[in-house]
C-alpha cells in the first residue's frame, strides 16, 4: 500500500510557474514508476510525466516541466515552467508497484491548477 499527498497547486498567470510535490507514505526508491498525471475540464485524465529507470514527458510539456525524485524524504516533484492556460487542470499523483501478483496502481487526491490572467 502507497498513501500519496500532492501540494502546491493553485492559480498562477500565464509564463507563470509552481512546482507540485507528491509525498509518498513509505519508501518511493523500490517503487517502480512514479509519475504525474492531469485532468483538464471536461477532459479524460492524461500522462503528463513518468520516472522509473528513464524519464518520459507528454511531448505538451517537453521543455517546461521537469519530474524528479528525492528518495531521501519520499517525494516526487514536478517543476512546471511557462505555465498556458491550456496547463490548467487537476493535476494527480501516481506510483506503479509491481509485485509477483502483479501491478498496482496508487493515485492521490489531486491538486488544482489554474493558468489564468
Known amino acids: 500500500q502507497v498513501q500519496l499527498v500532492e501540494s502546491g497547486g493553485g492559480l498562477v498567470q500565464p509564463g507563470g510557474s509552481l512546482r507540485l510535490s507528491c509525498a509518498a507514505s513509505?519508501?518511493?526508491?523500490?517503487?517502480?514508476?512514479m509519475g504525474w498525471y492531469r485532468q483538464p475540464p471536461g477532459k479524460q485524465r492524461e500522462l503528463v510525466a513518468t520516472?522509473?529507470?528513464?524519464?518520459n514527458y507528454v511531448d505538451s510539456v517537453k521543455g517546461r516541466f521537469t519530474i524528479s525524485r528525492d528518495n531521501a524524504k519520499n517525494t516526487v516533484y514536478l517543476q512546471m515552467n511557462s505555465l498556458k492556460p491550456e496547463d490548467t487542470a487537476v493535476y494527480y499523483c501516481?506510483?506503479?508497484?509491481?509485485?509477483?501478483?502483479?501491478?498496482?496502481?496508487?493515485w492521490g487526491q489531486g491538486t488544482q491548477v489554474t493558468v489564468s490572467s
Open positions: 501516481n506510483a506503479k508497484v509491481v509485485t509477483n501478483l502483479g501491478l498496482n496502481d496508487y
Open positions: 513509505r519508501s518511493i526508491f523500490s517503487i517502480n514508476v
Open positions: 520516472s522509473g529507470r528513464s524519464t
